[in-house]
């Protein structure tokens, strides 16, 4: 007689930093979980990662609900002013969080710092964790889903897929994306200063390309330049001198003489878009059901919502005695994250729009984003809040 399966209200494949957040916020309404990785602990500490993100507030609210924004407090650094410009334009546009009554515009945190600190936290909860591990084939029933996951069968109401870009639950449910490569890479390095950064985070375009030089620590900006493949790598082959030379001449001297660069990591770029994200019993959430390019620093910030909306449908539903994660409530959950997504997408497209090409066009669009933002209140509320 076979054993039956080991049961689960929820399988999340993927403990990267979404199917953790998710994992927590579901252990919080006492759900019980199962989280599988392909890569032990250890092996994911490995990976080669120096992306540092920018959080907004409302990612802010969300961590702190989930107990993690106070074990993060010794990797934060706090964005206090914004200064947008476009190099051979005149005048900047300067946000300030003062101004709007806000302790901060947003959140600098390492990506690592992020993911050991939801390790940390995961391993004091009682989660289930299956980690080297693979889900070899998934099974929809009308009631429930079955996994095989390595050499044991396991089952629960519904499956997650936070198994990134590439997401082999998504294959599994054979959902199709659309992918846009937009021939970009995002260059990413440390740069260490003369002066400090006050707490500011400047963005630029130079010509074809995006800037962000944001805060660190104290005498260091993390530096985010997004551009075309071929110029990037160029970028990428300079010696550190010939480098922060051309960063310097494109940036300015607002941070003083930049001292030194780090090593750089080039990130390619593309969006990519799961056609559903429910598929019966099984959900998509963070990369596996939306890749988005870094500018504008949205695909964390995105997917956290995400996990917010998902566990708040999971809390009215329980309140009105519904246990069960049913396929009415996953419908839901499709259908109410769409517009903030489909929001969020085009806000992404239409920066990279904006700052892939030169032209008259584009330096009058440039500049005419960068005076309403210097003079209305509405303008810049309108920006932070996209975030
Ligand atoms: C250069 C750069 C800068 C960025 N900056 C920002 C920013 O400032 N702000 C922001 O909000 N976002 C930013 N992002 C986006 C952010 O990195 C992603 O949105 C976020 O990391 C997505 O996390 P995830 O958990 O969905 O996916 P991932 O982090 O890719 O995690 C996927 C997990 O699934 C596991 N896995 C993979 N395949 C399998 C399998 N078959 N079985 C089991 N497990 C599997 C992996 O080991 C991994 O642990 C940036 C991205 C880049 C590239």
Redo the contacts with the bound molecule.
């Keep these: 007689m076979s054993t039956p399966p080991e049961s689960f209200d929820v399988i999340i494949?993927?403990?990267?930093?979404?199917?953790s957040c998710l994992a927590l916020a579901l252990v919080q309404q006492g759900y019980r979980i199962a989280l599988?990785?392909?890569?032990s602990p250890e092996q994911?500490r490995q990976r080669r990662d120096n992306?540092v993100?920018?959080?907004s507030n409302k990612t802010r609210t969300i961590l702190d609900r989930l107990d993690i924004w106070s074990l993060l407090q010794g990797h934060i650094t706090p964005i206090k002013h914004l200064h947008i410009s476009n190099k051979g334009s005149f005048g900047a546009a300067r946000l300030h969080a003062e101004d709007m009554q806000e302790e901060a515009l947003g959140y600098m945190l390492e990506?690592r710092a992020l993911q050991q600190t939801l390790d940390q936290a995961i391993a004091e909860q009682s989660i289930a964790i299956f980690s080297p591990a693979?889900?070899r084939e998934v099974y929809q029933h009308p009631e429930h889903i079955t996994v095989t996951l390595n050499d044991k069968t396991v089952s629960a109401n519904c499956l997650v897929g936070?198994?990134?870009?590439d997401s082999?639950v998504r294959q599994q449910a054979r959902i199709g994306v659309t992918r846009k490569d937009y021939h970009q890479k995002?260059l990413?390095a440390t740069i260490d200063l003369h002066h400090s950064h006050a707490f500011t985070a400047y963005e630029r375009w130079v010509d074809d390309t995006a800037i962000a030089l944001l805060p660190h620590s104290p005498w260091r900006s993390v530096l985010?330049w997004s551009g075309h493949n071929d110029y990037m790598d160029e970028l990428m082959a300079y010696e550190d001198p010939m480098f922060l030379s051309h960063l310097q001449h494109a940036v300015g001297y607002r941070l003083g003489k930049l001292s030194s660069v780090s090593e750089r990591y080039a990130?390619p770029l593309f969006q990519v878009q799961a056609d559903k994200v429910v598929e019966k019993r099984l959900l998509l959430m963070?990369?596996?059901a939306q890749t988005?390019h870094?500018m504008g620093?949205?695909?964390?910030?995105l997917?956290v919502k995400h996990v917010a909306l998902f566990s708040h449908l999971l809390r009215e539903r329980r309140r009105n005695g519904e246990t069960d994660i049913s396929l009415s409530l996953l419908s839901d959950y499709a259908e109410q994250q769409e517009k903030e997504t489909a929001r969020t997408l085009a806000f992404t497209d239409r920066a990279v729009e904006l700052s892939s090409h030169i032209g008259p066009l584009n330096t009058t669009a440039r500049t005419l984003l960068i005076n309403a933002l210097g003079s209305s209140r509405i303008a810049q509320r309108a920006l932070l809040y996209t975030r």
């Design positions: 494949c993927g403990s990267g930093h979404i199917g599988v990785d392909s890569l994911r992306r993100f920018a959080l990506s693979t889900i936070t198994d990134g870009t082999f995002a990413v985010i990130y963070g990369n596996a988005l870094p620093a949205q695909g964390f910030n997917a």
